[in-house]
């Protein structure tokens, strides 16, 4: 079988069509050239330059061997190239799961900075609530993951990546979306109210109801639901109120007022990534941490000066 180091001569003195200044090309000298050149063509079994005359001239079979041996030599420099690359994390397969609330918040920003920064890893997004994602982590079905916490369970990592604010949803001709009307969490106590599910949506209705406790209020649930969208469809219906993330805001529903709820402390809507402690992905590793980047960057241009510390 011939050697690349014999199709690099070979292309060498086809492309110059002088051995002298093919042999100062490869920093080689005559000899060592000419032989490989006689121990490629022993090896096709054919005659790859005329040498009849003087003048350096292709043969009939040279000529059709230079383009599939430029091919070769290109195939054989894309492939070093792509092992040096996959340790450093930019090239590889990657599985992430997301919650259809997370799409609104850094998914976007995400993904397009993805494309950007490592155009050489294949994104697989698969939208999952937090807890399906949670357990097709552990089965190796996804390799990272945007969920809620708690992230339980041994042999799983996770980084707070971003908080945000509950904001009132409300029908558009309800007297509290009055223009310049402040909204207090009280103003919310026996309202309608359309409620995440206690099952698909634990972890919002959780929050809202430690939100209600801390505050002193029962609003009146009037539907149990598991999707933010879904769920300001039914605000704007009429059919109550809701509580919602600040990502929501970038659904932009019409017939739906956004308002900040005083009375609601801090931020009580987090978002972690998680991934396996054992994965040793060079991508996994390489989109973990420009996800965290990515969320720093939201929550700088939402109004936080520095986003979440990096935790174990």
Do not use: C, K
Not at 156 to 185: F, S
Not at 229 to 245: D, E, M, W
Not at 257 to 263: E, K, P, S, T, Y
Request: glycine letters at 8%; hydrophobic letters at 45%.
């Amino acid at each position: 079988m011939f050697t690349l180091n014999q199709l690099e001569s070979f292309v060498a003195v086809a492309e110059t069509l002088h051995y002298g200044r093919a042999a100062e090309r490869l920093s080689i000298s005559q000899p060592p050239l000419s032989r490989r050149i006689q121990l490629l063509e022993r090896e096709l079994g054919v005659e790859l330059f005329d040498r009849t005359g003087r003048a350096v001239r292709l043969t009939t079979a040279g000529q059709a061997f230079l383009g599939d041996a430029r091919r070769i030599l290109g195939l054989s420099e894309q492939a070093t190239l792509t092992v040096r690359r996959i340790p450093s994390g930019e090239i590889g397969t990657v599985a992430m799961g997301f919650t259809a609330s997370s799409a609104h918040s850094v998914l976007d920003t995400f993904v397009a900075a993805t494309r950007s920064r490592l155009p050489g890893v294949d994104l697989v997004l698969r939208e999952r609530v937090s807890g399906t994602q949670l357990e097709e982590l552990r089965s190796g079905e996804l390799d990272l993951v945007l969920v809620r916490p708690p992230v339980g369970g041994t042999g799983l990592a996770h980084r707070p990546l971003y908080r945000e604010p509950l904001l009132a949803a409300i029908p558009a001709g309800h007297p509290l979306a009055a223009p310049h009307r402040t909204l207090h969490v009280h103003d919310l106590d026996g309202e309608p109210f359309v409620m995440y599910s206690p099952a698909e949506a634990r972890y919002f209705y959780e929050v809202l109801v430690g939100v209600f406790r801390s505050a002193g209020i029962a609003p009146r649930y009037v539907q149990h639901l598991s999707q933010v969208h879904t769920i300001l469809a039914l605000v704007r219906a009429g059919l109550g109120l809701a509580l919602v993330p600040r990502a929501a805001e970038a659904i932009g529903l019409d017939g739906v007022v956004l308002r900040q709820v005083d009375g609601i402390e801090g931020e009580p809507v987090e978002l972690v990534t998680a991934w396996r402690e054992n994965d040793d992905n060079p991508a996994m590793h390489a989109i973990r941490d420009l996800v965290s980047e990515v969320a720093e960057r939201v929550s700088s241009r939402a109004g936080r000066p520095e986003g979440l510390d990096a935790a174990p």
